[in-house]
């Protein structure tokens, strides 16, 4: 299968905005001091950033302004991957910086957070009140004797507590690790018990579709199954008394202490964030203070183009590293907005709401959110006030065609729309947003700076305009240091660089196209594989679901053990909608027209519903296992589905089959 750039951008940024851009001063003052290409645009700064890697990251270091407490040696020490060492001799702290507008008299007031529920009506946290509660907070941790390189956990929602806690957290030098309270208590402990907290932040209960969910007895549960805590620090986000033994969240922030930084190594922990376990305990991912400071400076800063004045919306979890890259938006001066809620109550256009009242300028969302309003009937444009919005970006799977299209034909017609692919490895990006270059349907803008983002062959060489394996051929500053309980860093290893040694496999099918735009495919895990040809669960997804019947599917490639190659297609339907054969045959005729005719599924079968992982995505391989005849309790973490029972049903199919 091939790609070809699409000739016709469906947005192109005007002259005036790509002079303002902040990626466009950045280029111009690097030209100046640091040799990089004066014209060429972003092409020619992309080349540059990546064959000069360390003078690229060096600049980014001096043009934000990196408050390095002891200087570094060299920017890049040694490159190989796994085990590359940047800045080697500094030191510094991530939340010194995330909290440096707190010291500009003219922004200390203004809000760093603003804070949304489900009755949509926005509270705001200044940088002068953040700063206050995370002093007072990180001196409680010391006195409760919380060292650098302690774990301190969150069992919180996206509310201003946990941002306050983790800044807390890393201005101490201790790691922050955190779960969404949706997460069951299994779920949790698979995580926490690998890295052992010290702290537990917890909160009775919260609120999500219009319903209170009391989720003291999960507490209750965490801390009799986590000996390793010394102290617990209960939130009353549902009213409740602190149970015994916890401290209070308001006596824990009461003191007006200016917050006391930790100046750690760069490659000091930051946070542990977790694969999504599906077969397997988590993958508990270390990443640096000093990696994702440089990382998510050039992110923010430069490829999503935030600063002062910005208001900065995702729709997250704690659970996911979007909430991580979310908070980060800090290090730019810029207004958070943290909700907490379903994304969409009371109506599916929730989150259009919720950008209006906050006037968020940069709004991010999930492809899948966007898909469920075009199906919906939704219309932002019309129904609400979006004209702060200057992006919105999509993230969790590709954004299909139809929702480049939509977003343009009812959010606005000079919308930047940013559709961009990375993971939780890095908890960053790989490719998407670019302000200065414009958006063709169905691709992401460009691989981001300092990456070098290939696609390879199963022999490693390069390919332009042909499917391969989304690689990194150099190191990037937030790669994980490590995974936690990985003395030997095996599991590391074979996680990323068991197939092109020395070089990040990440384990998407992407194309590159001949402009430098990238199309993911989905994983290379769960690759469908007929007669020889390649291609993607997504491609399959994309087309299936323009459908109106079809609510979502999920596609399956089992090789047989007579040599034979079975492609089921599963498919869960809107309301009222019947697989009869019509149906059946508009879905196989739409996979030959627009896909190939080697991928028309052999079978397609109804089902009660797609399972997800607890953060949302598909899941393939799991189900493929099960349809292989695993037994469930072995292809699966039973913590880590949304709904478990749904694969009880693909276990009954494999059963029928045997």
């Given at each position: 299968m091939t790609t070809a750039a699409n000739p016709a951008p469906l947005w192109q940024p005007d002259s005036d905005r790509i002079a303002a851009a902040r990626v466009t001063r950045f280029q111009t003052w690097a030209a100046e001091h640091h040799g990089a290409p004066a014209d060429g645009g972003y092409t020619a700064l992309h080349r540059w950033s990546v064959d000069e890697l360390e003078t690229f990251w060096g600049a980014v270091a001096e043009w934000f302004d990196i408050r390095f407490a002891t200087p570094y040696s060299r920017v890049l020490a040694d490159r190989s991957m796994p085990g590359a060492q940047w800045f080697p001799g500094a030191?510094?702290?991530?939340?010194?910086?995330?909290?440096?507008?707190?010291?500009?008299?003219?922004?200390?007031?203004?809000?760093a957070l603003l804070h949304v529920d489900e009755t949509h009506d926005p509270v705001p946290t200044s940088w002068t009140e953040l700063r206050r509660q995370v002093g007072a907070l990180?001196?409680?941790?010391?006195?409760?004797?919380?060292?650098?390189?302690?774990?301190?956990?969150?069992?919180?929602?996206?509310?201003?507590?946990?941002?306050?806690?983790?800044?807390?957290?890393?201005?101490?030098g201790a790691v922050w690790t955190s779960c969404a309270p949706d997460f069951g208590a299994r779920s949790v402990l698979d995580r926490f018990q690998q890295v052992e907290p010290v702290v537990l932040f917890t909160v009775d209960g919260y609120r999500y579709g219009g319903k209170e969910h009391d989720r003291t007895a999960t507490v209750t549960e965490l801390r009799a199954e986590l000996p390793s805590l010394r102290a617990v620090v209960h939130i009353p986000l549902l009213g409740t008394p602190a149970p015994e033994g916890a401290l209070d969240w308001s006596a824990v922030t009461a003191g007006d202490t200016a917050p006391v930084y930790e100046h750690v190594p760069f490659d000091h922990p930051l946070w542990v964030l977790y694969s999504s376990g599906t077969t397997g305990l988590p993958k508990a991912i270390v990443q640096s203070q000093g990696g994702i400071l440089l990382e998510h400076y050039k992110q923010l800063g430069l490829h999503c183009d935030l600063g002062p004045g910005d208001r900065f919306f995702w729709y997250t979890s704690t659970g996911w590293m979007m909430w991580n890259f979310l908070v980060s938006g800090l290090l730019t001066g810029t207004t958070v907005v943290l909700y907490d809620g379903s994304p969409g109550h009371p109506t599916t256009g929730a989150q259009w709401k919720i950008a209006e009242r906050t006037g968020a300028t940069l709004f991010g969302t999930s492809a899948a959110y966007v898909m469920a309003c075009a199906k919906a009937g939704v219309h932002p444009a019309r129904d609400y006030d979006l004209s702060r919005?200057?992006?919105?970006?999509?993230?969790?799977?590709?954004?299909?065609?139809?929702?480049?299209?939509?977003?343009?034909?009812?959010?606005?017609?000079?919308?930047?729309?940013?559709?961009?692919?990375?993971?939780?490895?890095?908890?960053?990006?790989?490719?998407?947003?670019?302000?200065?270059?414009?958006?063709?349907?169905?691709?992401?803008?460009?691989?981001?700076?300092?990456?070098?983002?290939?696609?390879?062959?199963?022999?490693?060489?390069?390919?332009?305009?042909?499917?391969?394996?989304?690689?990194?051929?150099?190191?990037?500053?937030?790669?994980?240091?490590?995974?936690?309980?990985?003395?030997?860093?095996?599991?590391?290893?074979?996680?990323?660089?068991d197939v092109y040694p020395g070089v990040w496999r990440h384990g998407d099918w992407?194309?590159?196209?001949?402009?430098?735009?990238?199309?993911?495919?989905?994983?290379?895990?769960?690759?469908?594989?007929?007669?020889?040809?390649?291609?993607?669960?997504a491609d399959?997804?994309?087309?299936?679901?323009?459908?109106?019947?079809?609510?979502?599917?999920?596609?399956?490639?089992?090789?047989?053990?007579?040599?034979?190659?079975?492609?089921?297609?599963?498919?869960?339907?809107?309301?009222g909608t019947a697989l009869d054969d019509g149906l059946r045959d508009r879905i196989k005729r739409t996979i030959r027209e627009q896909l190939s005719p080697r991928h028309v599924p052999d079978e397609i079968i109804e089902v009660p519903g797609v399972p997800h992982t607890l953060t949302g995505k598909r899941i393939e391989v799991p189900v493929k296992r099960l349809l292989q005849g695993t037994p469930l309790d072995k292809a699966v973490n039973p913590g880590s589905v949304d709904n478990l029972e749904l694969l009880r049903f693909y276990e009954d199919i494999a059963r029928k089959r045997a």
């Open positions: 030191t510094l702290n991530y939340a010194e910086h995330a909290l440096r507008t707190a010291d500009d008299p003219e922004r200390a007031h203004e809000p990180a001196a409680e941790l010391r006195a409760l004797g919380v060292r650098p390189g302690d774990r301190v956990s969150g069992y919180l929602p996206n509310i201003p507590e946990a941002v306050t806690a983790l800044l807390a957290t890393a201005a101490v919005i200057g992006c919105v970006a999509t993230t969790g799977s590709p954004l299909p065609p139809d929702g480049f299209r939509w977003l343009h034909d009812e959010v606005a017609d000079n919308l930047w729309i940013a559709s961009v692919s990375g993971g939780t490895d890095v908890c960053s990006c790989f490719a998407g947003a670019v302000p200065t270059l414009p958006v063709h349907i169905g691709e992401l803008q460009a691989a981001c700076l300092g990456t070098d983002l290939q696609s390879w062959d199963p022999e490693g060489a390069p390919l332009v305009g042909e499917v391969g394996e989304l690689v990194v051929t150099n190191p990037m500053p937030s790669m994980p240091i490590r995974f936690w309980n990985d003395p030997d860093g095996s599991r590391y290893h074979d996680s990323y660089f992407i194309t590159i196209t001949d402009t430098g735009s990238v199309v993911i495919h989905g994983r290379s895990d769960s690759t469908l594989n007929r007669q020889g040809v390649r291609m993607g669960s399959i997804y994309e087309a299936v679901e323009r459908l109106p019947e079809i609510r979502e599917s999920l596609v399956i490639g089992l090789e047989q053990p007579d040599g034979g190659y079975w492609m089921p297609l599963f498919v869960h339907l809107t309301e």
